[in-house]
Nanobody, 121 residues
């Protein structure tokens, strides 16, 4: 069984910074793509940032220049460092990983439980 566990959410003032972490545990052979999504109240879930196993990254336009995604393959962990936070960044942030549990398996997607981030003005 695979679990993704996020940490680092909480309450922060506008302009502040926070770093989210998401670590995979259980039987994992390799992780291909890792990403962070967010869902604000009344809105659809959106992709915030993604990173491939080789380090190629992509960001939503709304967070470019403020958020940085990175990963530690040895720890099966993805990070999201967020600077210059705005009230509109308030959302539940969830990590997503595309991985294989065993060699030869097809890749499958797994989700973390989500962590609340609230940015006060």
């Amino acid at each position: 069984q695979v679990q993704l566990v996020e940490s680092g959410g909480g309450l922060v003032q506008a302009g502040g910074s926070l770093r989210l972490s998401c670590t995979g545990s259980g039987r994992i052979f390799n992780i291909n793509f890792m990403a962070w999504y967010r869902q604000a109240p009344g809105k659809q879930r959106e992709l915030v940032a993604g990173i491939t196993s080789r380090g190629a990254v992509n960001y939503a336009e709304s967070v470019k220049g403020r958020f940085t995604i990175s990963r530690d393959n040895a720890k099966n962990t993805v990070y999201l460092h967020r600077d210059s936070l705005k009230p509109e960044d308030t959302a539940v942030y969830s990590c997503n990983s595309t991985l294989r549990q065993y060699p030869g398996d097809n890749y499958a997607q797994y989700w973390g439980q989500g962590t609340q981030v609230t940015v006060s003005s």
